[in-house]
């Protein structure tokens, strides 16, 4: 049975994951017509920037919720969701100021104006919130919803960036507006989505908050060197050549990352999979995920 359903969860992913990251394809030829390579590599230090600014916030808090998801009952679990939020909020909180510290002292800022600094952390406040309501849906074996998610969050982005940059030619500053403007609108829909069904109770548990936090906070460094690996060579481009000649190597990166489209519906169908077992674990069951982690490196 799990052949049969991993499979059809694994294509319905498949599918989201071709969709939306056809996107950025897509939106290509438009942003290197209407923009200079110096515009596009302003853009992609941004991308660096958020993701370094979403680890910090975020700290991979949604892995609290696959973590308790198949042994713990609903209740808990929207109460562990709540708390989550209020974790993001203040860590959002803080970052912000730091970031304005940062900026009084003479930080480098990419040729960035301190606007779009400070909705650093407003964009990865939504991002966890978006990864809350993903994470559910994904435990669920919800992949469907999932998929409508991802998919939507991909032409809305597109749509705004296309009326904004080819339309309106505003610049750089359109595409940075699709990515503030998608995750506000989408973060909002994840709030009420998850509240409808039952996933946010208002109650504070200290209790959550602290374990949740030791969860979260070792894999800080973890999540950041993971993007200092990914990311960084941006960073480097941009001293050593000028934003120019980022420009033109974003362009070509992101031809690299078709590869990404299996791996990360693997990824997604596998998650789930693992903790249910985990959650009633047994000397055939270790033998059955040990199995399937080595079948996986194969493939």
Known sequence: MFKVRGAKTFTMYFASSIIAKAIPFFLLPILTFFLSTEEYGIISIYQVLVSFTGAIVGMSLQSNITRNFYNRDQEYLATLVFNIIIIAGVSSVLVFFGIIISLFLGAPTFSITGFWYLMLPIISFMQIIIALNLTILRNQRNSLLFGIFQMSRSFFEMTVVVLLVAIMLIGW???????????????????????????????????????????????????????????????????????????????????????????????????????????????????????????????
């Open 173 to 299: 500053q359109g595409r940075l507006y699709g990515i503030l403007l998608v995750h506000l609108v989408l973060g909002f829909v994840s709030v009420i989505f998850m509240f409808r069904r039952g996933f946010i109770r208002v109650s504070l548990d200290l209790s959550i908050i602290k374990e949740s936090l030791s969860v979260s906070l070792p894999l800080i460094p973890h999540i950041l060197g993971g993007i200092v690996l990914g990311l960084s060579d941006r960073l480097f481009v941009e001293r050593m050549a000028g934003s120019s000649e980022l420009g033109v190597y974003a362009v070509g990166y992101q031809f690299g990352t078709a590869i990404s489209l299996i791996t990360s519906a693997v990824s997604l169908t596998w998650t789930p999979w693992l903790y249910e077992r985990l959650s009633q674990i047994s000397t055939v069951g270790k033998i059955r995920i040990v199995q399937s982690i080595y079948t996986l490196w194969i493939g």
